[in-house]
């Protein structure tokens, strides 16, 4: 501690202000803790400033161009003069969604009585850290921190970021739509913005290094979006190595090679989207104990605690897949585990989701999974094209699949590719974390016409006695 600097007692310190940091805050306060929350750039993080909500927003947007400029025919709507104002788009994503959620954030955090802090924490020891803020610093003594500095973009060797070589933050921040872009990596993220920015009016390539678009869901489901690429005249080029990108000034030149062959591409823009590292290296881990793996990323025990037994750490800075779903479920775990409640996470039922056109879901185990596992287990899939609602949107493509146990049929998991999958996989991560079985879910009264609907068929489906297939 400087000399003269008064340390501020807390119970809980939270380091980062985003979806992991701000719900363990607001949770640890709840439980009748002094909680203090640093936040260095701005409340809510990737998430809702530059990760889910803005590019949802860009995703809408370019649903909404298509549906005006070409799908509006197919319902009898004649349109013309369609035209996209960019800066209106962008405009109306920063002022209507992305500000309004995190003044939302702010005003939470202080409806619970959170102090906020604005600052770059450093842990000076495992009791005590510091706040630097444009030159002025505050020091904190703390029972409990909960660390939640978040994952930036990863920089790969010939694609320095800068000019007109962009990760997904500067993908989200374009101010003209790409005549051209090039997208690294066929990832979620990857997939998502290329999706939108082809919707949006763009010629998108992706470079994908594997042999699969979407490498992490099952190939079925990824041959859906696939088609609907194409449609959107997406060019995916699979188990290529991107090489090298140099920046023209006017345009940008894309390297890699795939079969031994070197070939190039031209482009507005490149964007790298190859995956994210986490922030644990600036944050005073070593003063303070803290462990970390080969990745970087903070080991943590079932309630989130780190090897020092009074932090603790949640979020995209601890093993697992990113997502902020499931940032947001392990900080209120450790918030209540601070705060002497007997929890545990229990990651059974994580729900992933990309929203691709259409979108793709899966929670719980795939088959191969449950087979690896030793489960006796049967698939049941059921089309989109026999769902009326999926029909009356015009969005019948794809299906659901569940995964069940042959002796019972008690759900360990489910895979949807078509419209709506976001929302349908809650009920199906209810299932499984309920231990239900199919005709738990046959027998539930779904409304009609619904999406929804496609759970008690594809149920019915499994337990051999279908009505619409
Ligand atoms: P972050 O959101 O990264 O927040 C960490 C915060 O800590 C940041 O605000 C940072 O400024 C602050 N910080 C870092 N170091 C310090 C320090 N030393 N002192 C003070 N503050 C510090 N996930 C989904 O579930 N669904 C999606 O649809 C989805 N879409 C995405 C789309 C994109 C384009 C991207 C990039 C990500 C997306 N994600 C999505 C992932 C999701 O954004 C992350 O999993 C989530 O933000 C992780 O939350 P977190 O709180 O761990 O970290």
């Not at 191969?368 to 094209?385: C, M, Q, R």
């Amino acid at each position: 501690m400087v000399v003269g600097d008064f340390a501020v007692k807390v119970d809980t310190v939270v380091i980062g202000g985003g979806v992991g940091g701000y719900v363990a805050a607001i949770r640890a306060a709840q439980m009748k803790q002094k909680v203090v929350i640093i936040e260095k750039d701005k409340l809510g993080g990737v998430c809702l400033n530059v990760g889910c909500i803005p590019s949802k927003a860009l995703i809408t947007a370019g649903h909404k161009y298509q549906d005006a400029l070409s799908k509006a025919e197919t319902f009898g709507v004649s349109t013309e003069g369609v035209k996209l104002d960019f800066m209106k788009t962008q405009e109306w994503k920063q002022t209507k969604v992305v500000n309004k959620l995190t003044s939302g954030v702010q005003m939470l955090l202080k409806k619970n009585k959170v102090e906020i802090v604005k600052g770059e924490a450093v842990l000076v020891d495992d009791h005590t850290l510091r706040a630097v803020n444009e030159g002025s610093a505050q020091t904190y003594e703390f029972k409990h921190a909960i660390i939640a500095t978040g994952s930036r973009p990863i920089e790969i060797p010939g694609f320095k970021f800068g000019g007109r070589v962009i990760d997904s933050t500067g993908g989200l921040a374009l101010t003209k739509v790409p005549k051209k872009l090039v997208i690294i990596g066929g990832g979620v993220i990857g997939a998502e913005l290329g999706g939108a920015y082809a919707n949006l009016g763009a010629e998108v390539t992706i470079i994908e290094g594997s042999s699969q678009l979407l490498p992490t869901y099952e190939k079925d489901m990824v041959k859906v979006v696939e088609t609907e690429f194409k449609e959107k005249g997406i060019t995916v080029v699979t188990n290529a190595m991107a090489k090298e990108a140099i920046d023209n000034d006017e345009s940008v030149t894309v390297k890699y090679e795939m079969d031994g062959k070197e070939e190039a591409f031209e482009a507005d823009y490149v964007m790298v989207t190859v995956g994210r590292r986490p922030n644990t290296e600036d944050i005073g881990l070593e003063q303070a104990g803290i462990a970390v793996n080969e990745r970087g990323l903070i080991p943590v025990d079932n309630q989130g605690r780190t090897n020092i037994s009074n932090i603790f750490a949640v979020g995209d800075v601890v093993p697992g897949p990113a997502l902020a779903h499931k940032a947001s479920y392990e900080a209120k775990i450790a918030a209540e585990a601070i705060s002497d409640r007997k929890v545990a996470v229990d990651y059974k039922a994580i729900p992933l989701v990309a929203y691709t056109d259409p979108e793709l879901a899966s929670v719980g185990l795939t088959m191969n999974e449950a087979k690896e596992k030793g489960l006796d287990v049967k698939a049941s899939k059921f089309p989109f094209a026999a769902n009326g609602r999926a029909l009356s949107l015009a969005k019948s493509e794809g299906f659901i699949r569940l995964v069940t146990t042959v002796k019972d049929n008690i759900l360990v998991g489910a895979q949807i590719a078509g419209v709506g999958a976001s929302d349908i996989v809650s009920e199906l991560t209810l299932a499984i974390e309920c231990g239900m079985n199919a005709e738990d879910i046959a027998l539930t009264i779904h409304p009609h016409p619904s999406l929804g609907e496609v759970m008690s068929d594809v149920s019915e489906l499994a337990l051999g006695i279908p009505i619409h297939i």
